[in-house]
Nanobody
Framework: VQLQASGGGLVQAGGSLRLSCAAS????????MGWFRQAPGKEREFVAV????????SFSDSVKGRSTISRDNAKNTLYLQMDSLKPEDTAVYYC?????????????????WGQGTQVTVSS
């Protein structure tokens, strides 16, 4: 499956962003979908994941309570709504698709990756 992330940008602390990830090439609804992020000099880290049907979600402690993950299987699109953004949320955000057992919180659980979208939060 091919993944195209978008929606990143520059936002002030306390602001919001909605990231999107458009999928093509394979049956989107077959895959659990996740978001990861990678800040300069740091490893890629888990942010959130949503199950195939959208009925289950899981979040990292760093974004829990400030973010919502959702998907529209009819539109083959994944979303990440991030609110109350902090400077430490600054990173490149990647979407990924995986077939393994939920909740898929490590990079090796995923089979396909998008190219990333930059999120920069200014203080």
């Amino acid at each position: 499956v091919q993944l195209q992330a978008s929606g990143g940008g520059l936002v002030q602390a306390g602001g919001s962003l909605r990231l999107s990830c458009a999928a093509s090439g394979r049956t989107f609804s077959n895959y659990h979908m996740g978001w990861f992020r990678q800040a300069p000099g740091k490893e890629r880290e888990f942010v959130a994941v949503i199950a195939r049907s959208g009925g289950r979600t899981s979040f990292s402690d760093s974004v829990k309570g400030r973010s919502t993950i959702s998907r529209d299987n009819a539109k083959n699109t994944l979303y990440l709504q991030m609110d109350s953004l902090k400077p430490e949320d600054t990173a490149v955000y990647y979407c990924a698709a995986g077939l393994g057992g939920f909740p898929l919180i490590v990079t090796r659980d995923y089979d396909f990756w998008g190219q990333g979208t930059q999120v920069t939060v200014s203080s």
